[in-house]
């Protein structure tokens, strides 16, 4: 591996929580927070949404306060509800009843909001990237242990692992890699072939979805970058997504890194059976 200096973004990422097997206390403090802090906001508007418009209401028939207050009530239970709900699973870190659909609507929905309340006290939105991917990837290990046995998983990468002054296609067939060692491509099909999951190399979003789409995995261990990857957490779920981010020494999408040894350690915890039949 060659060896660079690391420049001022590369410390300034490395300040940021990693995305490991397990969620750190401090990812879950920040997504249970951010939830708990809109709840908050929800109910607020909530209240005004039958506060502002009771004296009108009232003008119209005596009943429809009464009706509206009603309404807002039954939905201010069913929205505190529900993120009461996320708040455990995220502190338990693994589903309970009812909470699967649950956490895929919130996935789809959730983070925007959680992005934009995080803002409002502070926490910067790659802050809260990290915090959500450290917590999602939990409870995606959580849902490997307890459900069936993964028939196929994915190694998802992005082009700029491979070195930029390769002449190599590997976007469609990762296969042409000539394993010169100069990028980590080498060491994710060794990887690959180790443990018989697929390996496939996208140049952007509507590759990797058509990647998914043709491969139809069990799991998804994908590597790119927080916009990139939550975004793709959010556009395959309830399909179950590992998200670990990549380093950049050199900057956005020119090779970049990814730590192998920590992919390993996902494709250990999934299969302790150890080495898979290639697929």
Known sequence: ?????????????????????????????????????????????????????????????????????????????VLLGSLALLCVVFGLGRDIYFSRKLRSVA???????????????????EQVQHAFVAVNNELVLA????????????????????????????????QNCKRCGKCT???????????????AVATGGTIARRIVIDTRPDLIIAVACERDLTSGIQDTTPLPVFGIFNQRPFGPCINTLVPVEEVEAVLEQVFPE?????Q
């Open 1 to 77: 591996m060659i060896q660079v200096e690391k420049p001022t973004e590369l410390l300034r990422e490395e300040s940021l929580p990693e995305s490991g097997p397990k969620a750190a206390g401090a990812d879950k403090r920040i997504i249970i927070t951010l939830v708990a802090l809109f709840g908050l906001i929800a109910t607020v508007a909530l209240v005004l949404l039958y506060v502002v418009p009771y004296y009108g209401l009232g003008a119209i028939s005596v009943h429809l306060p009464l009706v509206m207050g009603i309404l807002t009530g039954l939905g201010a239970v």
């Open 107 to 125: 996935i789809r929905l959730l983070l925007p909001i959680l992005i934009c309340v995080g803002r409002l006290v502070g926490f910067r939105r």
């Open 143 to 174: 849902q490997c242990r307890n459900g069936k046995p993964l028939k196929s998983v994915l190694l998802l990468m992005p082009h700029c692992l491979q070195d930029r002054d390769c002449k190599v296609k590997v976007t469609y067939k990762v």
């Open 185 to 199: 491509i080498k060491n994710l099909l060794e990887l690959s072939e180790k443990y018989g999951v697929h390996l």
């Open 274 to 278: 150890g080495r898979k039949d290639s």
